[in-house]
Every structure is written in C-alpha cells, then in structure tokens.
C-alpha cells in the first residue's frame, strides 16, 4: 500500500475535520487554498521515464506520488505517465514524449506538447482542464471528455476528440472540435495550415486511458468524503469509511503492518513554493 505526501495529508485532514485543500497547503485561515504556487502528482508511471526540473535543469527519474510544478518537463522516452491536475482532470503521456508544465495554477493551467502523444481527459466539468500547446495551435476542452493530441518530428500536430468538444485557437481566430474527425495542422504557429483526416483508430494508448478513466469514476463514486480539487489515490482500494462519533466519516487505511509508522519509507524534497516534501516510494 502506498502513502504518498498527499494520501497521508489527506488521511490526516479527514481525521481531524478539516478540509482535504488545508491539508495539502499547510497553512491556516482563508489564505490556504492560494498559498504556494500550482501543483500536480504524478499517479502513474512505467518504462524509462524521467523529470528534468524548471528551476535547477537537474533530470531525475520519474517517482510515482512525487509533486510537478511549473516549469518542469515529463520525457517519457520508452514508458508512459499519467500526470493528475487533480481528482477530475489528468493528462497522460505515450512514449517517447516531451511535455512541458507551463502552469499549474488552478484556473491558469498551461502544458506544451513539444513531440510524442498526450490525451487530456476530464471527468464531471472544465474548470480543472489545461490549455495544451503544439508547435501549431492551442486548445481547450470546453466539455467534459477526452482529448488526444500528437505532435510528430516534423512539428505537424494532429488532434482527435474522442469525446467532448474543444475550442482550438490560432492566430486566424478560434473555432470549435467534435467527435469524428481529426485535425491535422503545420506550418508555424504565425501561419498554421489546417486540414481534416479520418479519426485516428483506437490504439493501445487509448485502451490504457479507457482503464485509467474508470478508475478515476470508481474512485470519485466510491470516496465521496475526499475533495475532487486535489490529486490523490483511490481511496477505497486501500482502506475504508467508517462513521466516528467525534469527526464524522473517517477513512481507515487497511494492510498496515505492525509498527507502522507515517515517513518511514520515502525521501524529502525540497519544492520550492511549499518547501520539504515527503515523497513517499
């Protein structure tokens, strides 16, 4: 069972009463939900992939439960990733691409797709979506729904809504995307030509996002009690709700060996904007 920095603040704050978003920014007062800057988790990760920091250009491997903040990159190279904006919006990476976080600001969230294959996906409303960037244009869902965008290593970008709708933007003007086709564009992003293909089939890219979907679904269904705005674990694989008489509905972690004890397996981070972060492995 994993106990990431935000698994155990959330546990936490559940216990004593609080809101999850104060535990997650430690602070006190009206303030707590603007302290620090924007961040993400990443939820999933396999293969060779890899974090090359904004602030020190430093490149470490990619941890599942560790922070993104703005300025960092996601190179997946021969793995894949899910990187979550919080419990109803993800963006997840295909191999052999390059993801830049612009801003992770809620409300001001920014990713730039430089090569490779994302899906943007968003579950039960827009306000946590980002905006995503290519060489060519830039977009925003403007519904719930997924959203699939690959830049290739001539720069052409090429975006397929497999639900929703999309608002795309280029220097011409804005226009809208449904369901049916995909958009191919190139040239600078000054002057992009834009054309329509047949939609891009279904791949195993898109069967992997299908599975990670549900169980985003599953766990908003399941762990009610939890703060769709923040980024975290399901829940109820790993524990269950039970109603205390002090705080009300208490969620209990199950699987804990004797002496368990919180930071016990994992490291500290420094994360500017929020200082030391437990990262747990």
Do not use: K
Request: aromatic share 12%.
């Amino acid at each position: 069972m994993q106990y990431s920095f935000f698994h155990r603040a959330a546990a936490a704050a559940v216990a004593c009463g609080f809101s999850l978003a104060l535990a997650i920014y430690p602070t006190t007062g009206a303030m707590a939900q603007t302290a620090g800057p924007g961040v993400a988790r990443l939820g999933f990760a396999s293969g060779a992939v890899a974090v090359r920091r904004g602030d020190s250009g430093s490149v470490v491997a990619a941890t599942i439960n560790a922070p993104l903040q703005r300025g960092d990159y996601l190179e997946t190279g021969a793995g894949n990733a899910e990187v979550q904006m919080d419990g109803r919006s993800v963006v997840r990476v295909a191999h052999d691409a390059d993801v830049h976080f612009v801003n992770l600001d809620r409300g001001r969230r920014e990713v730039q797709l430089a090569q490779g294959t994302a899906e943007q996906v968003l579950i039960g409303g827009t306000s946590g979506g980002a905006q995503i960037d290519t060489p060519s244009l830039s977009f925003r869902a403007v519904q719930s729904g997924s959203y699939r965008a690959t830049v290739l290593g001539n720069g052409e970008t090429r975006l397929t809504v497999r639900s929703g709708r999309v608002r795309i933007y280029t220097h011409r003007g804005s226009f809208y995307l449904r369901p049916g086709s995909t958009l191919v564009a190139d040239g600078s992003v000054a002057d992009p030509r834009i054309r329509y293909a047949p939609e891009i089939g279904y791949d195993s890219f898109d069967r992997w996002n299908q599975s990670r979907d549900n169980a985003i679904v599953a766990g908003l269904n399941a762990d009610v009690y939890v703060n769709p705005d923040i980024a975290y674990d399901n829940f109820s694989n790993d524990g269950s709700w039970v109603d205390d008489g002090s705080y009300g509905r208490v969620w209990y972690p199950t699987d804990v060996y004797a002496n368990w004890a919180p930071y016990s397996d994992g490291q500290w981070v420094w994360e500017d904007g929020y200082g030391w972060t437990w990262v747990d492995n």
